[in-house]
């Protein structure tokens, strides 16, 4: 009986020391805007949620076009499912490369 409650009284411990699983997934920063900005030019619709991740990735602009492209397309990469497979790898490269037919609050970029 006393092995059964130390063993308990160790998990509990253990249980409560750990960090919750979903706290630990919870992105933040660029991850979170690039996933954001991913989802936002994805979809027909503009929510004002979209505005930030939105504002990063139109504030990324180079000398040239093509080194735009691909500041962005490097700024989207940053959401850890941009690699999960070959349809998102293309959704990626298709947005950051036709990024100027894009609108954001009231004005087109490019």
Same mark, same amino acid.
């Given at each position: 009986?006393?092995?059964?409650?130390?063993? @308990?009284? @160790? +998990?509990?411990?253990?249980? +409560?020391?750990?960090?919750?699983?979903?706290?630990? #997934?919870?992105?933040?920063?660029d991850k979170k +805007?690039?996933?954001?900005?991913?989802?936002?030019?994805s979809s027909g #619709?503009? =929510?004002?949620?979209?505005? =930030?991740?939105?504002?990063?990735?139109?504030?990324?602009? *180079?000398?040239?076009?093509?080194?735009?492209?691909?500041?962005?397309? *490097?700024? +989207?990469?940053?959401? =850890? #499912?941009?690699?999960?497979?070959?349809?998102?790898?293309?959704?990626?490269?298709?947005?950051?490369?036709?990024?100027?037919?894009?609108? @954001?609050?009231?004005?087109? #970029?490019?």
């Open positions: 009986m006393i092995k059964l409650l130390v063993v @308990t009284g @160790t +998990l509990i411990t253990i249980g +409560l020391a750990a960090p919750p699983t979903q706290a630990a #997934d919870v992105l933040t920063g +805007l690039a996933c954001e900005a991913i989802l936002c030019l #619709d503009r =929510p004002s949620e979209c505005s =930030p991740a939105l504002s990063r990735y139109f504030g990324i602009k *180079k000398d040239w076009w093509k080194d735009t492209v691909k500041a962005r397309r *490097k700024f +989207l990469n940053k959401c =850890p #499912d941009a690699d999960q497979d070959k349809e998102m790898k293309n959704r990626i490269k298709n947005i950051s490369k036709n990024a100027r037919q894009w609108k @954001t609050e009231g004005s087109i #970029d490019e």
